[in-house]
């Protein structure tokens, strides 16, 4: 008999779904609406109803369903107690027992950062290795740490929260967090966007950001762009974004010396200019005995989810 | 039949062997001395001899013994291959089969730093946690991270080599490791006698340690006595020490997220000052996520190697 199993991944707005073969093919994926209404108490039945759908329209019977598993976006201990998650409206849920419960089968919830990490690990950028750091750079900035194939969850689940790492020590602005300084503020879609306007408001040179400025639209993706057909202004803000994650990356590789770094996230979509301008800028910050980390990017997109949940249950 | 299990602290000078019980009491501990001629090919026949010797004066049958863990000065693979230990003047030895081989029993072995993190964990400051982090505070800072009861060894051994994390960017001394601005600069033996020189030559407010250190005779010990004692020029060196550890820590909180930092090596001995210190500054810098991890002291002292170690086997 075949056997199954689903990825789940479970965000603010949608609800990704996966149903894949043992070895990690994906047989078929879909997504749902996440209805958050009464304090979200409808997410987990819709998300059971759902699963629940496709096995009769595929005729897959119970018993050859390994498991079910779930990424959620929040912070979720090793037993699948997620404590807060704010974009659902959830205080605290058992999502082990209620999901399991609702599906008659196991399930195995963890945090999505960390789930995304794990699917990167099995099928994406980070395949074969044991020892991997997920840098996930978007609005902010996620991690995902994986020690010896395994998720590194942390005593609250705070583990892999590399986004609020302090990294500059005289930062004014806050962090969303209420910090200073913190990596997300500089590594991400929005910190390079502060860096472009930093910069631009500094010198006074010629760039093709800076009608964009004026407009009140620059974006990432026109930074990364702008450097890559050499406007002197937009390689040196990519320079110094590289220099603030090379560093953060130097500082966890200092605590787990990791086989790899995949970057993920919108702002990973910049590619090689990345991916060189963070290996190079990492080698100047790091400790000799992790000097030989690989720096991949991110295959999976926005299916690294599902494909980690599914392996969080095989 | 009672079973034991061996614990081996392997350093530069001396080798410490201790004879336990599967619950983690000692039995018996002694010393011999690491002879390092011929490229230190002596030294595990050594401890091999010495572990037979005690096993026959103390008629435990080999089927008795559960194995031998041992703690290397030199990163150490998980298969127990050590990859240059300068102090030992060894290049590439695979211990658990050399060892193991001569004493035809169950060998593993570790790092020390790391080896004595799990000591503590498991006898010591951090009893009761799965995930912990040691700093050993000595000549130089050493680490050792337990997630979820394991060491991280890395894919190079170089888990928890903590004390070459950047923490300070505009640094002008080198440190050993040939980077600028490591944080054993600074929260190290050494490191605090720096601060104190540069600190003492920027200000000329009255203070104990004047005298010392124009006699050349600055020391950790001192600095720290001079705090507790109230003089004001080493509260401010004891403060900063703090800053940059509790900095340091809050960094790898941002990995880890453990339940306790255990605060070891000799530095450590200045007790209540420096956790309370530290704690304090750890809460500066940290995610909230991470800012209910305790802040504990070392409890084994020289022995947290052999507890490690033994505990390796078990």
Redesign the interface.
């Known amino acids: 008999m075949s056997k199954y199993c689903f990825g789940v991944d479970l965000g603010g707005t949608t609800v990704k779904i996966g149903l894949f073969d043992p070895e990690g093919t994906v047989i078929e994926k879909w997504e749902i609406p996440t209805i958050k209404t009464d304090s979200g108490s409808r997410i987990l039945p819709d998300i059971a109803r759902s699963v629940l759908d496709k096995m009769e329209e595929s005729n897959i019977a119970k018993e050859s369903v390994i498991g079910v598993g779930i990424g959620v976006p929040g912070?979720v201990d090793e037993n699948g107690v997620v404590h807060r998650a704010v974009n659902l409206g959830w205080d605290i849920m058992n999502v082990n027992e209620v999901l399991g419960g609702l599906l008659e089968m196991p399930v195995k919830a963890g945090n999505d950062a960390n789930v995304a990490a794990l699917g990167e690990m099995w099928r994406g950028g980070g395949k074969g290795c044991k020892?991997m750091v997920l840098a996930t750079l978007g609005t902010g900035v996620g991690g995902g740490?994986i020690?010896?194939g395994?998720i590194?969850?942390?005593?609250?689940?705070?583990?892999?929260?590399?986004g609020?790492?302090?990294i500059v020590d005289d930062e004014p602005d806050a962090c969303g967090?209420?910090?200073h300084g913190?990596l997300e503020q500089y590594a991400s879609a929005t910190g390079v966007v502060r860096l472009a306007n930093r910069k631009l408001n500094a010198c006074s040179d010629n760039s093709v950001l800076r009608d964009a400025k004026e407009k009140g639209k620059l974006g990432g993706k026109q930074i990364f762009d702008a450097a890559k057909a050499g406007d002197k202004v937009a390689c040196a803000i990519v320079d110094e974004f590289c220099m603030y994650l090379g560093?953060g990356l130097?500082?966890?590789?200092?605590?787990?010396?990791?086989?790899a770094f995949v970057l993920g996230g919108g702002v990973s979509k910049a590619g090689e200019i990345l991916r060189e301008g963070v290996q190079k800028q990492y080698q100047k910050?790091v400790?000799?005995?992790?000097s030989?980390?690989q720096f991949k990017l991110a295959e999976l997109g926005n299916d690294a989810g599902i494909y980690g949940a599914a392996k969080l249950v095989l």
Chains 1, 2 share one sequence.
């Open positions: 912070p020892n740490i020690v010896d395994k590194v969850t942390g005593a609250t689940g705070a583990g892999g929260e590399i609020h790492i302090h967090c209420g910090n913190c560093k130097a500082m966890i590789a200092g605590v787990v010396n990791p086989e910050y400790f000799h005995g992790s030989d980390a």
